[in-house]
Every structure is written in structure tokens, then in C-alpha cells.
């Protein structure tokens, strides 16, 4: 499903698609950037290897992006600029410029990050003419609001590690990701709840639908900072990471999705959890009744390391219940997932070169 265009945006710049179809186009999708958008800018339009266009959906932003944005426009023909009339969040901006691209690839990089040296010719090289491969990402530097290295999150390793890890929760940088434009177009929908986490829902989707590659180099540098969704409401973005990962394996068990369902759950368990002890509990038990045992102790391991330990007898009883197949549960209670991440012995990410 495409959206169609808002009817209160603005205008396009330029209007028209350029002739000569550019092999890649990066998308980015902003709100209140300025501080960040010409780095971002500069990292795109300097990369070398295909012909590439930035197309840059602004999500009504209040402070000076908009100008930036025009300045780039005005500079370099690559550069085309949707100004939303409102703020349409990641899916529906990236839905929105969907409807105006004509390249068979389109690369994710939010406004405040940047893109490494090579990082779009790297993943043309591993995309190819195979279109079993429908996305790839990579290893991601971590900055912080000045651009200083900081320590990295629990992120995938590897393309089998994104698979294992992408069973409970997002293991890689949306911002590294480069996608097949025909399948990000048949599966970009509007998400039922208006923040973030899209980024997961695809990943989720794309792996059911075939490969999804990992490189080791860095492809971009994600900038962590105060304003971010992700960091002003780590709750909620637990909370609906949480239903769309319980949805993915409802669908791989041939269920129905239920992903209305869960995404009310998501409101009623946010709006009563204190921590995210309280959502990890609430998860398990919504898990467990789902008929999703690895699930279930997923989220009670989590729980009880942060002090649930009224979900000990939920762990004995998934257990139990799953007594002839243990052995596919024990990895997760010891915390298997770490074997599959970047992680030092003490379970910290490792630093990307």
C-alpha cells in the first residue's frame, strides 16, 4: 500500500524526475535536523560509485531544516525535497516518497546519521541482479551529538546472527540498510501505532520473504542523542518492538498475524508498566498465552534479571510444558543471544573499526 500524497504538503524540488534514472536513491526522512542535516547531506552526495539522488521527506520541521534542505536543492540537481505538511513519522514519510522514485534500490539513512566511504557501492555489490536478496545491512559506528565514537549496542555480527537475533528484537542500524525498491514499496504500510520500530517490522518481513545480507564494515555512523525518539521514549519502543516481534511469529506459525491485537495490548501494557521490568513481565505472560514458549522465556529471562523474580515459576512451567523439546529452549535461557552479537565476554558491544 502506497499513501497518497498528503493534500496539505508542499511542493517538490525539483519537480520533475530526472531522464536518466539514477541507480540508487537515498531516503531520508526528518524532522527538526538542522544541527545534523548537512553532515548527512555531505555523506551522500560525495559517495562514490553509482549514480545516486538524495530524496529527502521533511516532516514539517520548526526549525531551520527546511532552509538547509532548499540550500542543498538549489546546489546539487541530485537532491530532491518533499516538504510534508505535516508530521507523517517514518513509515508514512518513507511511503510518501516511495510514490516518487523511480530507482530499483533505495538506501535508509536518517537525517541526523551519516553514511560511510563506499557504503551504497558495497551494497550494490552484495544486492547484485539476485532479487532473493531483498536487503542488506552492516556494522554501524556509534556517535554521540558531536560526533565523538561512543560505545556501541547489542547489534548482529553476522547475516545468520541477524536471522536468530531478528526472532526477539532489532539487531541491526536502520540507517545501514539498502533495500530492493520493489519489495519496500509492496511492504511499506502505514504502522498502527504512530512511532517508531518500522524499521523492525520490515526486517521481520523481508526475512520471511528471503535473504537479508550482513556486511562486516561499517556503512554508516548513527548518531545517539537526547531527541531521538528512540532515546525520549525507550518504554514505548520496547513495548511495540515487543508486539511486532510476537506478531512475525504468529505469522511463521501459519497464525494470523494479529498485529491490531497486539498493538492494543502494547497501549495498555505501556500505559501501566513503571520500567522495563514491568513490560518484560507483562510480555511473558502475554507470550505464553499466545502459544509462543520461546517468547515467553525470552522475555522472563529478561524480567528476572531485572528483578522479576515472580516470573521464576512462569520459566518452570514453559519449561515443563516443553519438556520434549528443551534442548531448543536452553539456549535462550542462558542468553544464547549473545554468542550471535558483537559482544566482548562481559556481554558489551564491540567497537567497530
Not at 520541521?61 to 517514518?90: I, M, P, Y
Not at 537526547?226 to 532515546?231: C, D, G, L, N
Not at 509462543?292 to 516470573?311: D, F, K
Request: net charge positive; glycine share 6%.
Amino acid at each position: 500500500m502506497v499513501l497518497p500524497r498528503p493534500a496539505s504538503a508542499g511542493a517538490i524540488l525539483p519537480v520533475d524526475v530526472t531522464p536518466n534514472t539514477p541507480a540508487i536513491t537515498v531516503v531520508s526522512v526528518v524532522r527538526n535536523q538542522a544541527r545534523w542535516i548537512d553532515g548527512c547531506a555531505e555523506s551522500v552526495l560525495t559517495q562514490e560509485g553509482p549514480p545516486l539522488e538524495w530524496f529527502v521527506v521533511d516532516n514539517a520541521s520548526e526549525d531551520d531544516t527546511r532552509e538547509h534542505l532548499k540550500a542543498w536543492a538549489a546546489r546539487d540537481g541530485r537532491v530532491r525535497v518533499h516538504f510534508a505538511g505535516e508530521n507523517l513519522k517514518q513509515m508514512n514519510g518513507l511511503a510518501c516518497a516511495l510514490q516518487f522514485i523511480q530507482s530499483p534500490f533505495i538506501a535508509i539513512l536518517d537525517g541526523d546519521d551519516q553514511a560511510l566511504p563506499h557504503r551504497l557501492a558495497r551494497s550494490l555489490d552484495w544486492l547484485g541482479g539476485n532479487t532473493r536478496r531483498l536487503a542488506v545491512y552492516g556494522n554501524a559506528r556509534f556517535i554521540d551529538e558531536t560526533g565523538c565514537m561512543i560505545a556501541p549496542w547489542f547489534i548482529a555480527r553476522d547475516a545468520g546472527a541477524l536471522r536468530r537475533m531478528a526472532e526477539f528484537t532489532m539487531p541491526a542500524i536502520h540507517s545501514t540498510s539498502t533495500w530492493r525498491a520493489d519489495w519496500l514499496r509492496a511492504n511499506t504500510l502505514p504502522m498502527l501505532l504512530d512511532i517508531m520500530v518500522y524499521d523492525y517490522f520490515l526486517l521481520t518481513r523481508a526475512l520471511e520473504d528471503g535473504e537479508v545480507g550482513w556486511l562486516p564494515e561499517a556503512l554508516a555512523a548513527y548518531r545517539v542523542h537526547a531527541a531521538s525518539e528512540s532515546q525520549r521514549y525507550p518504554k514505548r519502543q520496547l513495548a511495540v518492538g515487543m508486539a511486532v516481534s510476537m506478531a512475525a511469529a504468529r505469522r511463521r506459525a501459519g497464525e494470523p498475524a494479529k498485529l491490531e491485537e497486539l498493538t492494543e495490548w502494547t497501549r495498555e501494557a505501556d500505559a501501566r508498566a513503571r520500567s522495563a521490568a514491568d513490560l518484560y513481565a507483562a510480555a511473558a505472560h502475554r507470550a505464553r498465552a499466545e502459544s509462543l514458549p520461546r517468547h515467553a522465556l525470552y522475555y522472563a529471562r529478561r524480567g528476572v534479571r531485572r528483578g522479576q523474580w515472580n516470573l521464576l515459576p512462569l520459566i518452570c512451567r514453559i519449561l515443563w510444558d516443553a519438556r520434549d523439546g528443551r534442548h531448543r529452549l536452553w539456549p535462550i535461557l542462558r542468553g544464547g543471544l549473545l554468542a550471535a552479537a558483537r559482544v566482548d565476554g562481559q556481554g558489551r558491544s564491540l567497537p567497530v573499526a
